[in-house]
């Protein structure tokens, strides 16, 4: 995937929650737009839940799946 492909589908707005799903079948999930960095020096994907930091080249991202978003708790 291009730099620019991705940083539009990562960063569309309004945000809706993401998997991206890389060429190996790793994929991983971005809550937030503050949770991922998009350059060309590569892909930053901060997941607090699984106390996970991953990091790999754009090219590496062959899918974009977008999630539903969940709702707010009351």
């Not at 991705?6 to 060429?23: M, Y």
């Amino acid at each position: 995937m291009t730099l620019e492909k991705l940083k539009s589908l990562v960063f569309r707005r309004p945000f809706q929650p993401l998997r991206l799903v890389l060429d190996s079948g790793e994929s991983y999930e971005v809550r937030h737009p503050e949770s991922v960095i998009v350059a060309k020096a590569g892909c930053v994907v901060v997941d607090d839940a699984k106390d996970l930091i991953a990091v790999f080249e754009v090219d590496q991202v062959s899918a974009v799946e977008y999630r539903k978003a969940s709702r707010a708790r009351r």
